[in-house]
């Protein structure tokens, strides 16, 4: 899995992960990394908890059965004719 870290601020935040390496994130950029490096980071979470930098974290994706395929085709097509 990977995280994605987003940099809030109109100044550079450092980053430092679990295996130690530092980031930099300029102003209102962003940078992936694996979920490893950002899981129970006591450094990182006072970053997000003082509003710097958030994390949203992105799960690999499953794929959809065929049963879930044809109720999504069919409230696709109902909404097409509502509209």
């Known amino acids: 899995m990977t995280s994605t870290i ?4 109109r100044r550079l935040v450092s980053v430092r992960g679990n295996s130690g390496e530092t980031w930099h994130l300029p102003p209102g950029g962003s940078l992936e990394l694996a979920t490893e490096e950002t ?13 710097l ?5 992105e799960e690999p994706a ?4 065929a049963s879930t395929r044809t109720k999504v085709d ?6 097409d004719r509502l509209k």
């Open 39 to 51: 899981a129970e980071n006591e450094k990182i979470s006072k970053l997000v908890a003082n509003g």
């Open 62 to 65: 499953k794929p959809a059965s």
């Open 6 to 9: 987003h940099n809030l601020t």
């Open 53 to 57: 930098i958030s994390i949203q974290t």
């Open 74 to 79: 069919h409230e696709a097509r109902r909404s």
